[in-house]
């Protein structure tokens, strides 16, 4: 004798539910893989921006020190005597503002 076999037929809900889970379990390794290459790019565009951020900011402390010493009485006495101009501090009126 010859066995008959019953195949058990499934719903359109029960498919759709297997469908869902083979779908999620394709797609969650892929999601997980391309989030993290993506984390990892934000994070190395971050630390490129901070190494731009530290290298202005050590051009604008080395630029702050120049105008510094080219502001000073000294350097300001230097390039007016090599102009032909003398320092008198007679001829320098401080103004002040009344409140």
């Known amino acids: 004798m010859r066995k008959v076999k019953k195949r058990l037929k499934m719903s359109k809900f029960e498919r759709l539910l297997y469908t869902m889970a083979l779908f999620l379990l394709v797609i969650s390794p892929i999601s997980v893989v391309f989030s993290k290459a ?24 080395s630029l702050t020190m120049t105008i510094d010493e080219l502001a000073s009485l000294t350097k300001i006495q230097e390039v007016a005597e090599e102009q032909g101009l003398s320092y008198n501090n007679n001829n320098i009126k401080t103004i002040t503002e009344n409140q």
Do not use: G, M, R, S
Not at 40 to 51: G, R, S
């Open 38 to 61: 993506t984390l990892a790019k934000i994070n190395f565009e971050v630390e490129k921006q901070k190494k731009e951020i530290e290298k202005q900011e050590k051009t604008n402390e």
